[in-house]
């Protein structure tokens, strides 16, 4: 009955760093995939990172060498930890998981779950 609920967004300058975390429930976490996207007005939405049971990870090309995925089993929590900042960065995040499939581009598709989002705005 409770969405996740994401946190860690804000503003830097391009080159800076922010971390990004995900509070989910137990059963929320316990999904086969959770994810990121980010959705702005100008490219919709666009899958940012993946992170399935096992721990394999898969990303966005645009965001690869310089963002990472991660959880914290103890918390329940899901990471995203991005370096290197660009203002194309700048979006609305937010987390999802994925019982059946795990794949950037389908973390809110069909009845996936997924947070309010966090603002991250990148300047120049």
């Known amino acids: 009955q409770v969405q996740p609920v994401e946190s860690g967004g804000g503003s830097v300058q391009a080159g800076g760093s922010l971390r990004l975390s995900c509070a989910a429930s137990a059963y929320t976490y316990s999904a086969y995939c959770m994810g990121w996207f980010r959705q702005t007005p100008g490219k919709g939405r666009e899958g940012v990172a993946t992170i399935d049971s096992d721990g394999r990870t898969m990303y966005g090309d645009s965001v690869k060498g310089r963002f990472t995925i991660s959880k914290d089993n103890t918390n329940n929590t899901l990471y995203l930890q991005m370096t290197s900042l660009k203002p194309e960065d700048t979006a609305m995040y937010f987390c999802?998981?994925?019982?059946?499939?795990?794949?950037?581009?389908?973390?809110?598709?069909?009845?996936?779950?997924w947070g309010q989002g966090t603002q991250v705005t990148v300047s120049s």
């Open positions: 999802a998981a994925d019982r059946v499939y795990c794949h950037i581009e389908r973390l809110w598709r069909g009845t996936n779950t």
